[in-house]
């Protein structure tokens, strides 16, 4: 198995509603990255974990919520999301945190809208 | 800080005919990676080539190469022979050669192939 996987393709939902996105991967990697990508624009990176603890957060606010319950699984938490959080929220990983060469390989993306 | 540039939003070429992506970056580190990603419509984001600044040789993937001027800190991309399918969005993006890095990445450029 070589790919990521990203669940679910689309999502929308309302600015009181709590929803997750879920990213898998089984190719034993060991760091794992939520990206946004707003429309036309570069991937920003939002949150890196290394060895299922996180290690960047790039000052995301609150509403989103890392969680990364075992080496294969990362979750990204949703609640009180605006409307400008509309985007498409990639996920990638990468082998060893510890190696000076990472390739990341990048999910299909989750296209979140926010009414 | 890193930063990376690229000065073309969008091109064009013919089915079959020869187009360069330019890239230009910013850095203080000497050992470092260079990256091309495509992101066609589906969004998936593909790793098309990459350059570890170490290496004088350019890197080559098929219809892919790059030109690598380390002292100018240029990465332009050459596609031959370009295809329907090579239509998508081109990322050329920086990692620093230490563990557990996040890519920067630059603007993009938009790349249409036509027939």
């Known amino acids: 198995d070589t790919e990521v996987t990203q669940t679910p393709k689309h999502l929308v939902m309302g600015m009181t509603n709590k929803k997750s996105l879920k990213c898998e991967q089984h190719m034993g990697h060991r760091a794992m990255y939520w990206y946004k990508q707003k429309a036309k624009k570069p991937p920003e990176l939002m949150f890196v974990y290394s060895y299922e603890k996180l290690s960047i957060n790039e000052s995301v606010p609150s509403r989103f919520s890392p969680e990364c319950p075992n080496s294969s699984l990362l979750n990204l938490h949703l609640h009180a999301l605006q409307p400008e959080d509309s985007a498409l929220y990639l996920c990638?990983?990468?082998?060893?945190?510890?190696?000076?060469?990472?390739?990341?390989?990048f999910g299909p993306g989750t296209r979140l809208t926010v009414l | 800080a890193q930063t990376v540039t690229q000065s073309q939003p969008e091109m064009s070429v013919q089915e079959a005919e020869t187009v360069t992506l330019s890239c230009t970056y910013d850095?203080?580190?000497?050992?470092?990676?260079l990256f091309w990603y495509k992101q066609p419509p589906s969004r998936q984001m593909i790793l098309v080539i990459r350059q570890e600044a170490y290496k004088q040789q350019n890197a080559t993937e098929n219809r892919f190469s790059v030109n690598f001027q380390k002292a100018a800190k240029s990465f332009s991309l050459k596609i031959s022979d370009s295809q329907l399918g090579d239509t998508a969005m081109y990322f050329c993006?920086?990692?620093?050669?230490?563990?557990?890095?996040?890519?920067?990445f630059g603007k993009g450029t938009r790349l249409s192939v036509i027939a």
């Open positions: 990638a990983s990468s082998q060893d945190p510890a190696h000076p060469y990472n390739e990341q390989f």
């Open positions: 850095t203080s580190e000497n050992n470092y990676y």
């Open positions: 993006a920086f990692m620093k050669q230490a563990g557990n890095t996040p890519l920067v």
